[in-house]
C-alpha cells in the first residue's frame, strides 16, 4: 500500500523484487506495463458518487507479478 501521489514507490518495490533471494520477476507485455497494476481503493465511492479532493486516506496497492526462483 501506498499513499495516492506516492508513485516513486514504484522503484522501491521494483528493486525489492530484484533483491529477493525467494522471488523473481514474471514480468508480462510492455504494452499492459508489464503486468504491474495499480489497485485504487473506493474509486467509486470517492470519484463517481461526489467525493472531491485527495486526503490521507486515499492509497493504491502497487503490484508486481512475481514467481519463485527455479
Not at 19 to 26: D, I, K, L, P, R
Not at 41 to 47: D, F, M
Not at 51 to 68: A, F
Request: proline fraction near 4%; include cysteine.
Amino acid at each position: 500500500m501506498t499513499p495516492m501521489g506516492n508513485f516513486e514507490e514504484w522503484s522501491w518495490l521494483t528493486e525489492w523484487v530484484e533483491n529477493s533471494n525467494e522471488y523473481e520477476a514474471n514480468w508480462g507485455d510492455s504494452d499492459s506495463m508489464h503486468g504491474c497494476l495499480e489497485e485504487h481503493l473506493n474509486y467509486i465511492n470517492q470519484y463517481h458518487l461526489g467525493y472531491e479532493g485527495m486526503d490521507d486516506s486515499m492509497q493504491l496497492d502497487l503490484l508486481v507479478p512475481i514467481k519463485p526462483k527455479a
